[in-house]
């Protein structure tokens, strides 16, 4: 099953897989009201960058939609698409995929949802060409053997469209017998580690552990990763790369054991009109993320917090960026 499909039934909806009830629920949300569904992305229902791509050019279809329907004004058209395109400010898909759509608004919901629904499928062939791409580096850089790879968040079938961009090197690699073993951050403070990314390798059948994002750096230290694999959010032009907090403590301890360190990103995640990641947008969440679990209180009632929920991993600690079109070695200083 697709993460996000469309629907026809009841003049047209959004259909997203319920990211925040895994690995418990396997929910569906069905999703007519453009208004729920920027409600539906600010609380991480469909989160990840390529997923939020298809999902921001999908929204635009599903409030044309609506406005077709109810005779919406074009101010009510443009604050509406405004709304979806800065639900979430990081991850610079969001805002790609609704300016895909842009063009065709004056063509009606009909032309703007053919190509919503394109891009779904050119996602779904980019990952897979990531997929190659990432495990032939690694294969040319490694040799061909049986790899334990570190990861965190998650960059799976979830965050995208299908089969994933980092997760989806892993499935590839997967696929050639060339995983021992996954080693996944937990990442806090949401879990997309322990809750999504083990979800996906239990079901692919793929042998994993999890950690606590703590670990990380001992299990580099230790020895016991050949590789990390990690998505990104926004890519700025010399290589910089935005991704979930904690990516950068993991990039700074690989360096130090030189383990090799790939962004696997789609080329719509890289933003050329920025020359380096200090310009990046960080999302802040609430505090209620980090003083709370499950409900329960974890911390002192009106505890301060300092809740990033992306980090910006500078180029010199990057290996190689692989999308979907070519490796870029920006370790060395190739731009992209
Ligand atoms: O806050 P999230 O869960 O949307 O953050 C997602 C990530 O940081 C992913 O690693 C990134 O979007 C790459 S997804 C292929």
């Not at 009201?33 to 279809?61: F, H, N, W």
């Not at 991850?91 to 790609?96: D, F, P």
């Not at 065709?104 to 919503?116: F, P, Q």
């Not at 696929?175 to 990314?197: A, K």
Request: net charge negative; proline share 4%; glycine share 8%.
């Amino acid at each position: 099953m697709r993460t996000i499909s469309w629907s026809e039934v009841n003049g047209g909806s959004i259909h997203l897989l319920d990211q925040t009830k895994l690995p418990g629920t396997i929910g569906e949300l069905v999703i007519r009201d453009p208004k729920e569904l920027v409600g539906a992305i600010q609380r991480l229902s469909v989160r990840g960058a390529p997923a939020l791509g298809v999902t921001g050019a999908l929204g635009v279809a599903l409030i044309l939609r609506n406005a077709e329907a109810e005779n919406w004004s074009k101010e009510s058209i443009a604050k509406s698409i405004l709304e979806l395109k800065n639900a979430r400010p990081t991850a610079v898909n969001l805002a790609w995929g609704v300016s895909q759509v842009e063009p065709l608004i004056e063509g009606g919901s009909k032309k703007v949802l053919e190509k919503a629904l394109a891009l779904a499928d050119d996602d779904a062939n980019s990952c897979r060409e990531m997929g190659r791409i990432g495990a032939d580096f690694l294969v040319n850089k490694l040799g061909e053997k049986k790899l334990r790879i570190l990861t965190h968040c998650n960059t799976g079938a979830l965050a995208s469209t299908e089969w994933g961009t980092a997760l989806g090197v892993v499935r590839e690699l997967h696929s050639r017998g060339l995983i021992e073993e996954v080693f996944t951050d937990e990442t806090r403070p949401l879990l997309q580690g322990s809750r999504l990314t083990a979800w996906e390798l239990a079901q692919a059948g793929i042998p994993y552990r999890i950690l606590p994002d703590g670990a990380a750096a001992s299990a580099l230290f230790s020895g016991l990763i050949d590789a990390v694999l990690i998505g990104a959010d926004r890519i700025a032009k010399n290589g910089d790369s935005a991704n979930k907090i904690g990516s950068l403590s993991v990039a700074v301890a690989a360096d130090q054991v030189a383990v090799p360190f790939l962004v696997v990103a789609p080329e719509s995640t890289v933003d050329r009109s920025i020359d380096s990641g200090d310009r990046v947008e960080i999302e802040f969440r609430s505090d209620s993320e980090v003083t709370s679990f499950a409900g329960v209180n974890t911390a002192p009632v009106g505890s301060k917090t300092y809740n990033p929920a992306f980090d910006v991993t500078p180029a010199r600690y990057i290996t190689a960026v692989i999308t979907d079109k070519r490796v870029y070695r920006v370790k060395e200083g190739e731009a992209l």
